[in-house]
Nanobody
Framework: QVQLVESGGGLVQPGESLRLSCAAS????????MGWYRQAPGKERELVAH???????NVADSVKGRFTISRDNAKNTVYLQMNSLKPEDTAVYYC?????????WGKGTLVTVSS
């Protein structure tokens, strides 16, 4: 059983940056894939970015060039660096870890981009 806890959300102005962290309660080496998802009010949850155990990343077109995902296996933590934030990036951001058998989700952290 792995527990994931997100942090780093908050209120920022357009153009500013935030770094989200997802801390796991145990080693993330066993998690084949880790990702960040987001859900805006009235919308479905969508993939933002994911990273494999080998460090291969995939980023959604809507955030490509602005968001970067990384993982620190020694710290059991995955990060999402978000630059040039836009109002449309406002959402609850969730961390997900996946093994071959199941998925683990965090409870989310709210990011609000507003002037």
């Amino acid at each position: 059983q792995v527990q994931l806890v997100e942090s780093g959300g908050g209120l920022v102005q357009p153009g500013e940056s935030l770094r989200l962290s997802c801390a796991a309660s145990s080693s993330i080496i066993g998690l084949n894939l880790m990702g960040w998802y987001r859900q805006a009010p009235g919308k479905e949850r969508e993939l933002v970015a994911h990273i494999t155990r080998a460090g291969i990343t995939n980023v959604a077109d809507s955030v490509k060039g602005r968001f970067t995902i990384s993982r620190d296996n020694a710290k059991n933590t995955v990060y999402l660096q978000m630059n040039s934030l836009k109002p449309e990036d406002t959402a609850v951001y969730y961390c997900k870890g996946s093994t071959m058998l199941r998925d683990y989700w965090g409870k989310g952290t709210l990011v609000t981009v507003s002037s």
